[in-house]
């Protein structure tokens, strides 16, 4: 069983960063795929970064490649999302995921969301 926690979000203005992280409890954090998810209003949940349990490998969704980076740290049960070069069109509440399967799913825990706000 794996919890997840997702403090920050918040608000920034077109072109700034931000940076996401997930606090994770529970034994098992190193064995998970860990993964970002967001969803958009009026929109479906999408898959926007993931990385292996080692944090060997990290896949990026295309909109996001290059602007965005993943990041874990199994010592401290965590998982970051730094983004960079915001866009409006990445406004949306995003999710931290936990999954056993692969980088892209099935996502087996879930995170309450956080709301990120990127202004033109």
């Known amino acids: 069983q794996v919890q997840l926690v997702e403090p920050g979000g918040g608000f920034v203005q077109a072109g700034g960063s931000l940076r996401l992280s997930c606090a994770a409890s529970?034994?098992?954090?190193?064995?998970?795929?860990m993964g970002w998810l967001r969803q958009a209003p009026g929109e479906e949940r999408e898959f926007v970064a993931s990385?292996?349990?080692?944090?060997?490998?990290?896949r990026y969704a295309d909109s996001v490649k290059g602007r965005f980076t993943i990041s874990r740290d199994n010592a401290k049960n965590t998982v970051d999302l730094q983004m960079h070069s915001l866009k409006p069109e990445d406004t949306a509440v995003y999710y931290c995921?936990?999954?056993?399967?692969?980088?892209?799913?099935?996502?087996?825990?879930w995170g309450q969301g956080t709301q990120v706000t990127v202004s033109s």
């Open positions: 529970g034994r098992t954090f190193s064995t998970y795929y």
């Open positions: 995921a936990a999954g056993s399967r692969g980088p892209f799913g099935p996502w087996n825990y």
């Open positions: 990385i292996s349990s080692s944090g060997g490998d990290a």
